[in-house]
């Protein structure tokens, strides 16, 4: 589903990503972990191009991305995106925070999105928020609302970019409930975070990135238990 | 002090004080076009669009209004003629070179409302798949305006107050009147606190409501 090639970025001097191959396919999940500065979330920001590549190529659904003749806000709503700071619009109720972009970008009518909306509020037990506005919700919340925003564009992949790493800790366990029944269904998904339990329970292949380099990439079972390469065993007997 | 001139001279105070408003008022409408075009060539990330938006702004920040007026008006020259009794070949260079000079203001005014937009709101729209330009306008814009709208109250304020130095180009806005009421009765004093009586009365009670406005706003959100 995702192939990504060769892809290097440099921020000035810094070379953040140092050439990262690695497919993702249909129904996995993706589990990035790795120190800070490693590189993960610069990694997970280049699949939708909200960071332009530097080198490399990104193979989405067969269609090269990176390729500067594609129009790639075609692939952006297919790509979900949760960001750690939310990203809600508070000027914008949360029915319209969800609606907006089924309204706009792909001629649902406002009945028919408000309809999806609120069905997709009801599976997060939020329903009642529909007609608050984002600043009156908790965290945790919103990071709930985040995701079912993206959900309504019927992503095929989800990307999540430290979705728990801005919330109170007894926030983060609703917000790991619902990425989990997500997993459960199917969707694709590729998750930066610190949450171990998480990529045990969760994941189905974790990538350890160091430096612009993955690493390791293993299931779970594996990369917990028996990590090959020495970095990752460092990584892991400091945080486990 | 003797304000007995008043009874033979005051509508020179009414018709000066409506040719500020309407003054005032034409250059924030056509400042805050200008304004917003040269905000939107600063932001954006076309290199020519930048370099004449950064020209122009540092350009007319950096030299008097009342040198810009006295250019306008040599280098706009109209044949004379009169709408609602003003005449016309002064007053267009003079709203010109006010709008111009609030529009660089305004820009940066612009500029500033929309950079004050969190990042992570345009990153939050382009990665549902908006475009640039429909982010900007359903998502940062809004938001932006929130920033603006204060602001450009107190330039509407600015712009009263130095529309003053249109004076030097006989435009006959209040400060002009005044001059030719001064010269008329030879008092300097009486008119010109009359004047400044005014021209607070004008600031003051638009500050007010200003205020009033943006509480409004505020509660609303």
């Not at chain 1, 790509?79 to 990203?87: A, D, E, K, L, R």
């Not at chain 1, 908790?138 to 309504?152: D, F, P, T």
């Not at chain 2, 002090?1 to 005051?10: C, H, N, T, V």
């Not at chain 2, 020519?48 to 008006?73: C, D, H, M, N, W």
């Amino acid at each position: 589903m995702i192939n990504v090639k060769n892809l290097h970025k440099t921020f000035g001097s810094l070379h953040v990503l140092q050439g990262i191959d690695v497919t993702i396919e249909k129904g996995e999940v993706v589990v990035v972990i790795g120190p800070s500065g490693s590189g993960k979330s610069t990694f997970l920001r280049c699949l939708n191009l909200l960071e332009q590549p530097t080198d490399g190529e990104i193979i989405f659904e067969g269609i090269n991305i990176t390729d500067k003749k594609n129009d790639v806000n075609k692939q952006r709503q297919k790509m979900g995106m949760v960001f750690q700071n939310f990203n809600l619009f508070p000027h914008l109720s949360i029915i319209d925070n969800i609606t907006l972009g089924p309204i706009k970008l792909k001629n649902q009518t406002p009945e028919q999105a408000k309809e999806n909306a609120m069905s997709l509020l009801k599976r997060i037990g939020l329903e009642e928020k529909a007609n608050n506005y984002p600043a009156q919700l908790s965290g945790g919340q919103k990071q709930r609302i985040a995701i079912v925003r993206a959900l309504a564009m019927s992503p095929d992949v989800m990307l999540f970019d430290e979705p728990t790493s801005a919330l109170d800790p007894e926030m983060v366990g609703e917000v790991l409930e619902v990425m989990k029944e997500l997993a459960a269904e199917g969707m694709t998904m590729v998750v930066v975070t610190h949450e171990m339990g998480f990529a045990k329970e969760v994941g189905t292949r974790v990538l350890f990135m160091d430096e612009g380099k993955i690493k390791e990439d293993a299931p779970p079972s594996e990369i917990f238990t028996n990590p090959k390469d020495d970095r990752t065993k460092e990584f892991l007997s400091k945080i486990l | 002090m003797d304000f007995g001139f008043l009874s033979e001279y005051w509508y020179y105070f009414v018709s000066g004080t409506v040719n500020t408003i309407v003054i005032a008022i034409l250059t924030v409408i056509l400042g805050v076009i200008i304004g917003t075009g040269i905000a939107l060539m600063k932001i954006s990330h076309n290199k020519i669009f930048k370099a004449v938006a950064s020209s122009y702004i540092e350009f007319i920040r950096g030299t008097p209004l009342l040198v810009q007026i006295t250019l306008f008006f040599y280098l706009i020259s109209l044949p004379e003629f009169h709408i609602f009794g003003l005449e016309m070949e002064r007053f267009i260079p003079g709203v010109i070179a006010m709008s111009v000079n609030s529009g660089a203001y305004v820009a940066e005014i612009i500029r500033a409302g929309i950079q004050a937009v969190d990042k992570g709101q345009m990153e939050a729209a382009r990665s549902i798949g908006f475009t640039q330009g429909q982010a900007m306008r359903y998502i940062v814009l809004p938001q932006a305006l929130r920033n603006i709208l204060p602001a450009l109250g107190n330039e509407f304020v600015v712009v009263i107050k130095e529309s003053s130095v249109l004076s030097v180009i006989s435009i006959s806005e209040l400060m002009r009147n005044t001059n030719i009421i001064q010269g008329a009765i030879y008092r300097p004093f009486e008119p010109l606190a009359i004047t400044a009586v005014i021209y607070f009365v004008l600031t003051f009670s638009l500050t007010r409501l200003l205020g009033y406005a943006e509480r409004r706003m505020r509660t609303s959100d």
